[in-house]
């Protein structure tokens, strides 16, 4: 029987949660809905893949020298049977098991394209990535999202608008925000669930915090040619960004114990974008590898 929504997974190397993912989404009280779960692995050497078979998955292959987000998520796509498409991270895991049916809801809204949901962090994250999460993921639902903000971490698009705006496949990175920009731009409307939330769970070195940042900020300068980081901004937002986090640090009373981290996270975040917002547009091997496959 055809599926009401194909569940999207982009995964390199993920076996730490994606037994803990497929398992949550199996798991989701889907009433009288179908899901299928796609797969896109692009050359994983770990479990991931015996994980996959473990549930079912419809698993599709891209080479490690053709993949970029936006191509993959269009290859999974491309393979999806259902009318509702639902990205998720491979080291993403749903809050509840009513994630997936309220991720979907708001595309049965007249006028709603895509919808994204709130993130969190767990135990490992770091203390400042949490307030990252805070900032842009709020408590409070929104339709519709008048920025052109989505994350495709955790989000959902009706397939009917995929096929007529698929993702770019050029971009670093931000391939969810360039669609975002360009559905709004149609006349579409984003949609912000705030009961939709999953876990996200980075755990990555103080190098692949900073080539996040930096790809990100590359696939900016193409979304909004505008928008420039200069020295004085990389400053402010450091020092800014770090005395945010010392106060809600002091609140929570781990100062102490987070203010080296809070520094070392502040400083590849933002040298990252300021690296990334004054790098070439032309990406070599070298540079691909690291934003790609930051720990392959």
């Known amino acids: 029987m055809k599926p009401d929504i194909s569940v999207v997974v982009r995964t390199y190397n993920e076996q730490a949660y994606l037994d803990e ?23 994983s050497t770990d479990d991931t893949l015996r ?7 419809n698993v599709v292959h891209i080479p490690k020298e053709e993949f970029t987000f936006g191509r993959s998520l269009n290859l999974g796509c491309e393979n999806a049977r259902g009318d509702y498409l639902v990205f998720v991270s491979g080291h993403c895991v749903p809050c509840s ?3 997936l049916k309220n991720i979907v809801a708001p595309l049965k809204t007249e006028g709603v394209s895509y919808c994204y949901g709130n ?63 360009r559905l709004i731009a149609a006349g579409e409307k984003i949609d912000y669930a705030d009961n939709a939330a999953v876990y996200h769970i980075h755990n990555e070195t103080w190098a692949q915090v900073r080539w996040r940042y930096e790809r990100e900020a590359l696939a900016l300068q193409q979304i909004d040619p505008h928008l420039h980081m200069s020295k ?6 450091i020092v800014t960004s770090v005395l945010y986090d010392s106060s809600i640090a002091v609140r929570k009373g781990v100062f102490l114990q987070e203010i080296a981290n809070i520094i070392r996270f502040r400083c590849c975040q933002y040298w990252g974008s300021f690296s990334g917002s004054h790098s070439s547009r032309k990406l070599t091997a070298e540079k691909k590898r690291r934003y790609f496959y930051p720990g392959g």
């Open 97 to 99: 098991t009513d994630w």
């Open 51 to 57: 994980i996959a078979e473990k549930h079912d998955c």
């Open 21 to 43: 993912l497929l398992t949550a989404v199996r798991a989701q009280h889907l009433e009288s809905m179908r899901a299928e779960i796609v797969i896109v692995d692009s050359g």
């Open 232 to 237: 004085r901004d990389l400053i402010n937002c």
């Open 119 to 181: 993130q969190v962090g767990r135990d490992t994250t770091r203390f400042s990535e949490k307030q990252v999460f805070a900032k842009y993921f709020d408590p409070i639902s929104r339709t519709p999202q008048q920025p052109y903000f989505v994350n495709n971490a955790n989000a959902a698009l009706l397939k009917s608008v995929w096929q007529h705006y698929p993702f770019d496949e050029h971009l670093t990175g931000l391939e969810d925000m360039h669609l975002g920009k």
